[in-house]
Each structure stands twice: as C-alpha cells, then as structure tokens.
C-alpha cells in the first residue's frame, strides 16, 4: 500500500519514499563529528577548523587571537514618561525614574524565592512509617 502525501515545498503530491528521498538530497550533507560519548560538565565550544567539540580553556589555548571583542550599547532614546509625563534622556535618568516611583521593568524584574521549609511532623511520619514497614536502612 503506498502512501501519498504533501511536499510543502514543491506543492505536489507524492509517495512517502519519493519525499523522504527529495528531503534527503535538499539537506546538506550530514558532517562527521568528533563528538564525544560522554560530556562532562563545563563551558564547551565547537571548533569548525578541527570539527570537534573542545573546552573554552582548550579553545583559547588554540586561538589566542579570537576574541569577541568589544560591544557597545547605545544609550536609551528619550521618551516620555507615562507615569509623570517628564522626558527621559538616558539610561541613568530611567533607572533614578524607575526607583524613585518603586517601578520594575518588565522582564527585568527579580524573582524573590521563598525557602522550603519542611511540614510539621515531617521527621515523625518518615520515622514511624519506617518503624512500621520494619526497613532497616538497607537498600536490596
């Protein structure tokens, strides 16, 4: 039984395999990686020279000339306040307006994380329940 479908791409109707073929050959060829079984934690970049997958510390020990270089971010264009309708001329004037009102800009607000405090009688339970099913502490 053959299946047909839809090639967004190209508007016609074909076969499942004829499609998977077509999205075969439109994709680029799959590259060969040294990509290791196993990562262990840290900051990692890819190496395109190399095509391998190396530290931060590896990778700057291999390009001491790569650098990101310096960003510049422009100042904040003046606006007007919606709050007290006076005009806003800079970054600094903005964080003084913000402050001074107890105003948070959206998205750069923080988030106050209240500590987990166990339930009362928690310990109780825990210790009775493993009075009551007899576990010794040992796992089987």
Same mark, same amino acid.
């Given at each position: 039984?053959?299946?047909?479908?839809?090639? +967004?791409?190209?508007?016609?109707?074909?076969?499942?395999?004829?499609?998977?073929?077509?999205?075969?050959?439109?994709?680029?060829?799959?590259?060969?990686? @040294?990509?290791?079984?196993?990562?262990?934690?840290?900051?990692?970049?890819?190496?395109?020279? @190399?095509?391998?997958?190396?530290?931060?510390?590896?990778?700057?020990?291999?390009?001491?000339?790569?650098?990101?270089?310096?960003?510049?971010?422009?100042?904040? $264009?003046?606006?007007?306040?919606?709050?007290?309708?006076?005009?806003?001329?800079?970054?600094?004037?903005?964080?003084?307006?913000?402050?001074?009102?107890?105003?948070?800009?959206?998205?750069? $607000?923080?988030?106050?994380?209240?500590?987990?405090?166990?339930?009362?009688?928690?310990?109780? +339970?825990?210790?009775?329940?493993?009075?009551?099913?007899?576990? +010794?502490?040992?796992?089987?």
């Amino acid at each position: 039984m053959t299946i047909f479908v839809y090639d +967004d791409v190209t508007g016609e109707v074909m076969s499942k395999e004829q499609l998977a073929k077509l999205r075969a050959a439109r994709s680029p060829a799959k590259q060969t990686a @040294n990509l290791p079984s196993v990562v262990e934690r840290g900051r990692w970049r890819w190496d395109r020279k @190399n095509q391998e997958l190396v530290s931060i510390d590896e990778f700057y020990r291999r390009y001491p000339d790569y650098s990101i270089g310096l960003q510049i971010v422009k100042d904040v $264009e003046p606006y007007k306040s919606v709050v007290s309708g006076e005009v806003i001329g800079g970054r600094k004037q903005h964080r003084d307006h913000l402050r001074g009102r107890g105003l948070v800009e959206i998205g750069n $607000e923080q988030v106050k994380h209240k500590p987990l405090e166990a339930p009362p009688g928690l310990g109780e +339970d825990i210790r009775r329940a493993l009075e009551t099913t007899g576990w +010794d502490g040992r796992i089987r």
